[in-house]
């Protein structure tokens, strides 16, 4: 999750980036006070790993990144019970067999189990992908929200919680951001 929040707070200054140059070149308008939440403050700070995950984006992923482990974890024990069958035949088919000709079929059931092994670990590594590229789309998509809640506060910058020693409570967004992309987003299903 640390590459999560790294890969968060790119996406943010690369977002904000060009806010602050149009920013520098006309003054932006000061928001009325009724637009600016309670606290005003240069700086905020944000936990990105609960942002994501308490959201209903996240939460929504969370729960089809369980199902495909689940599917995909009784697959590999369907698999292994398959081959582990398959073994046993093999072996039991030893004693009647030419040692050249069951080498042959010891060869070829061994490439078997190390190509299923590959297949699964790949199924396992795309899931692992599919959780990096919805974390992603989230940032891409919360980005100009957490900027529009930057902005609302009056702030100048949004750090990551964990990045900083001491700050008080009020500082944090993290429940306002979450409820603000809910609004916004949803569960971000199509």
Do not use: H, Y
Not at 43 to 59: H, K, P, V, W, Y
Not at 90 to 108: C, H, I, Y
């Amino acid at each position: 999750m640390r590459r999560f929040a790294r890969v968060f707070l790119t996406l943010l200054a690369t977002a904000l980036a060009g806010s602050f140059v149009v920013a520098q070149e006309q003054p932006a308008p000061t928001p009325a006070p009724a637009q600016r939440s309670a606290v005003q403050t240069p700086i905020l700070t944000i936990d990105t790993e609960r942002l994501f995950s308490q959201s209903a984006f996240g939460l929504r992923v969370a729960r089809e990144i369980e199902e495909r482990g689940a599917a995909l974890s009784a697959e590999n024990r369907s698999i292994e019970a398959e081959l582990g069958a398959e073994e046993q035949e093999l072996t039991e088919k030893r004693s009647a067999m030419e040692p050249g000709a069951f080498r042959v079929l010891a060869d070829a059931f061994d490439q078997k189990v190390q190509d299923t092994r590959r297949a699964q670990e790949a199924k396992g590594r795309e899931l692992s992908q599919l959780l990096e590229k919805e974390q992603i789309a989230f940032l891409n998509t919360a980005a100009p929200i957490l900027e529009s809640l930057m902005r609302d506060s009056g702030a100048g910058v949004i750090l990551e919680r964990r990045s900083v020693f001491l700050s008080a409570n009020a500082i944090d967004i993290t429940d306002a951001a979450i409820a603000r992309i809910n609004t916004a987003l949803g569960d971000g299903a199509n």
